[in-house]
């Protein structure tokens, strides 16, 4: 299958500090990602969908100025988490639509931890 | 978007099949039915997809019902490691703005 890839796996950051998290998709081009978070034991939740060349379109009740997505290239977004606070701490993992366009790849996610 | 209702967790015994079946009772048209593996601190990982009938592939198979309104995935001779949630979607990408929205998943844990 389709090949997606974070990194970091995990950051460690200072609260009032911005960090950014790649999301790359390996071996195909991918038009549209979508950044999620989910909090331990409970299940995914949408963030934001990003498109290659336009703004990204955010989930009600994300704040697009402290989640800032970037779609540069066809293989790469970027959710830069702004002015972390320790509320933020949280596993981001972001996906892509893959080349048939009805399949979703997901990465292995990136452990945020704001102190 | 088509929103799913599966078992909150299931238990079973290494060697047993699993079938855990998820209700899209307003699936449309063009949605395909995906399922996907999570283990903890990991992304999900694909298993299978489907837009009706009968799909199988290495490590499992998904039945759809001629209504489309639910489907079942079906582990075969599940182990420990099988231990992990499952989440079924739907969706489509054909349309554009295809994003998937998590329901709560289904807790599977095998047991030795």
């Known amino acids: 299958g389709a090949v997606v890839s974070q990194h970091p796996s995990w950051v460690i950051c200072k609260s009032g500090t911005s960090v950014k998290i790649e999301c790359r998709s390996l071996?195909?081009?991918?038009?549209?990602m979508f950044w999620y978070r989910q909090f331990p034991k409970q299940s995914l939740m949408l963030m934001a969908t990003?498109?290659?060349?336009?703004?990204?379109?955010?989930e009600q009740g994300v704040e697009k100025d402290k989640f800032l997505i970037n779609h540069a290239s066809l293989t790469l977004s970027t959710l830069t988490v702004t002015s972390a606070h320790p509320e933020d701490s949280s596993f981001y993992i972001c996906?892509?639509?893959?080349?048939?366009?009805?399949?979703?790849?997901f990465g292995e996610g990136s452990w945020l931890t704001v102190v | 978007l088509a929103k799913t209702t599966q078992p909150i967790s299931m238990d079973s015994y290494e060697g047993q099949e699993v079938n855990i079946t998820c209700s899209h009772n307003?699936?449309?048209?063009?949605?395909?039915i995906t399922w996907y593996q999570q283990f903890p601190s990991q992304g999900p990982r694909f298993i299978i997809q489907?837009?009706?009938t009968k799909v199988t592939n290495e490590v499992a198979s998904l039945f759809i019902p001629a209504d489309r309104k639910s489907s079942t995935l079906s582990l075969p001779r599940v182990s420990l490691s099988d231990t992990a949630v499952y989440y079924c979607?739907?969706?489509?990408?054909?349309?554009?703005?295809?994003?998937?929205?998590f329901g709560a998943g289904t807790r599977l844990f095998v047991k030795a």
């Open positions: 996906s892509a639509a893959g080349p048939s366009g009805n399949t979703i790849y």
């Open positions: 489907g837009y009706k």
């Open positions: 071996d195909f081009q991918a038009t549209t």
């Open positions: 307003n699936i449309a048209t063009n949605d395909y």
């Open positions: 990003s498109n290659e060349g336009s703004k990204a379109t955010y």
């Open positions: 979607l739907v969706g489509d990408g054909n349309t554009g703005g295809f994003k998937t929205i």
